[in-house]
């Protein structure tokens, strides 16, 4: 059962597991985004390659051809980078205000700045109000 | 190649080379899909992945640094575990997918033959992709429009657009005369084919997500080799945002106008004579909308990140 017939499959797992490794481990806002980016466009391997017929050819229409690969992927899959990019930016656009909020964008550094934002005040209950203050700086 | 790359991202520490790095996993996807017969993804991987996500990373680590400190209590061992846990799960899960490129998988028997066998008749345009992606699915494709246009609204409430009212010293930054010359030979090319891809994605691949992808690259080269002000007073912000929304409504007002023929939402058929002209017409009418919306988009998102950095400098 074991045989080279699924290697698509593994070469998209092993990116996915890539792109979630960079995303728990990296300490920098910037770089966990790009592993974001990474387990994504694994998932459009995943769709393009279960689209992919043996002896088919890309799905626009020539006369004297049958065989052609699914194009529903293609769809899917082109408007979802179309809207990766489009959200990708919008992450980058909260790292631009956290990096002016806190000076940093290190994931441990802005962790310990709410820390003391938190606690700083040990009697203040108002939490909320403390680090929305810490952001607003 | 993918899988090197990916391996150098995950041990590099330098944020530049990472950022390129990503670029050049961009184009080598982009590789793969054509092989994999995707032409149209390929188009728009390359020019989205390699091109304007590169320029936004790098506008935004220009921003805020580029080196990335080692965490102080770092755990290596145990999101690897995780991470060997997760992927071993789903190996174990692909055991009963279709083989690789066999024609008989559950994908292929769906709705996928009647795309392939009927849409060059029932639409009239070869490119099925095209004609699946604006007539078929015109809803999703209304609605990926719909979340680019709702995401370029959330970016510029995040970091707006400052536009920049000095005129720039000609002086310095130093000019660059040999990237500004080639530039200027470069942009009525890109803006052409930028056309070309919009006007013809019924036939070849392409079509308004790509062609607007292309356009907006033409004013990011201008704007980077000239300076911000000249990028901005050729395409003012303003108006930019301005056609950006009329794009969506381009798209929005041709499902109402199939309601007013006597169709259905997006049912094209009712516009013209026939109902092969009438998709047509629909579908040319669309991808102007979406290729609207996407060039000014991208564009409007790259001036705001510019403009940011330029302002804290």
Do not use: C
């Not at chain 1, 045989?3 to 499959?9: A, F, Q, R, V």
């Not at chain 1, 593994?10 to 966990?32: C, D, E, P, Q, R």
């Amino acid at each position: 059962m074991i045989s080279l017939e699924l290697y698509n499959y593994w070469v998209v797992i092993f990116l996915m597991m890539a792109g979630f490794y960079i995303l728990i481990t990296s300490n920098h806002l910037i770089k966990k985004i790009i592993g974001l980016n990474i387990f994504q466009t694994s998932v459009f391997m995943l769709y393009i390659s279960m689209g992919k017929v043996a002896g088919g050819t890309a799905p626009i229409a020539v006369e004297g051809v049958s065989n052609y690969s699914n194009p529903l992927p293609h769809v899917l899959i082109l408007t979802a980078i179309v809207v990766g990019i489009a959200t990708t930016s919008l992450a980058l656009a909260l790292v631009i205000r956290i990096k002016e909020a806190y000076g940093s964008v290190q994931e441990d550094e802005i962790l310990e700045m709410d820390q003391i934002a938190d606690h700083g005040k040990a009697e203040d209950e108002d939490n909320q109000a403390d680090s929305s203050g810490a952001s607003s700086k | 190649m993918l899988v090197f790359t990916t391996i150098a991202i995950v041990r590099l520490r330098n944020l530049f080379a990472i950022v390129m790095l990503s670029g050049i996993y961009s184009l080598l996807l982009a590789n793969i899909f054509v092989t994999l017969d995707a032409v149209d993804v390929a188009f728009t991987e390359a020019s989205v992945g390699a091109g304007i996500s590169t320029v936004l990373m790098l506008a935004t680590i220009g921003i805020t640094g580029y080196d990335i400190k080692a965490r102080s209590n770092i755990r290596r061992l145990v999101p690897l575990i995780v991470v060997s846990i997760t992927g071993a799960v789903l190996v174990y899960g692909t055991m009963d997918m279709p083989a690789f490129t066999d024609a008989m998988a559950p994908i292929h028997q769906h709705v996928a033959p009647r795309y392939i066998i009927d849409s060059p008749q029932e639409i009239g345009i070869p490119n099925m992709v095209t004609s699946v992606l604006a007539s078929y699915r015109g809803y999703d494709t209304m609605g990926e429009v719909i979340v680019v246009f709702a995401a370029l609204v959330g970016v510029l409430s995040l970091i707006g657009i400052r536009e920049t009212k000095v005129v720039p010293n000609y002086l310095e930054p130093p000019a660059r005369p040999i990237l500004q010359v080639m530039a200027k030979l470069m942009i009525p090319f890109i803006i052409l084919f930028a056309l070309y891809v919009q006007f013809h994605g019924d036939f070849g691949p392409g079509g308004g997500f790509q062609a607007g992808v292309i356009f907006s690259v033409a004013i990011i080269l201008y704007t980077l080799t000239f300076s911000q002000y000249d990028g901005m007073r050729l395409m003012p912000p303003k108006i930019l945002k301005i056609l950006a929304a009329s794009g969506v409504l381009i798209y929005g007002g041709t499902g109402i106008w199939t309601i007013l023929k006597g169709g259905t939402f997006l049912n094209y058929s009712v516009l013209g004579d026939t109902s092969v002209a009438g998709q047509h017409l629909g579908i040319l009418v669309i991808e102007f909308g979406v290729g609207l919306t996407v060039a000014t988009t991208m564009m409007l998102l790259f001036f705001a990140f510019v403009s940011r950095g330029d302002s804290k400098r």
